[in-house]
């Protein structure tokens, strides 16, 4: 199966993961679908619309003291590149699904050399910001 036969798999199985609880007064916990970490990159889909998910990756760039280069919204996606204090790059791409979903794919590092850690701990700052932590 090539990458781009697996990617709408993938993103399918993610969405079908994806669980709403009622909680009191109407309101809703946020549950979110397994992270998958493939060829540098963490993906994820998240119970949040593409402008709430947007704001919750910038205020986390921000406590993390990543410098945003640029942003740019091409369509359904949007770009944001910026680079750590000692200059490693870093970027995220968050892709509307729906109106209440967004993917949220984190990269960081050079080509070739990638952060797994450094991936981890900005997609898990990004859940639990959007979790209300």
């Known amino acids: 199966m090539t990458d781009s036969n697996r990617r709408p798999t993938a993103v399918l199985f993610l ?3 994806l669980i709403f609880m009622g909680g009191g007064g109407g309101g809703c916990t946020l549950m979110v679908a397994k992270a998958v970490y493939d060829s540098g990159e963490i993906r994820q889909v998240v119970a949040a ?3 709430r998910s947007l704001a919750a990756c910038r205020r986390v760039l921000a406590g993390l003291n990543i410098r945003i280069e640029r942003q740019a ?3 359904l996606t949007t770009e944001i590149h910026g680079r750590w204090p000692d200059g490693t790059p870093v ?3 968050l892709t509307r699904l729906s109106r209440r979903t967004t993917e949220v794919a984190v990269r960081s590092g ?3 050399v990638r ?5 981890r701990l900005v997609q898990g700052r990004i859940v639990a910001a959007l979790n209300g932590s």
């Open 15 to 17: 969405l079908a993961g």
């Open 49 to 51: 619309g593409h402008d």
């Open 73 to 75: 919204a091409p369509g």
């Open 91 to 93: 970027s995220l791409r």
């Open 110 to 112: 050079r080509l070739g």
């Open 115 to 119: 952060d797994r850690a450094a991936v």
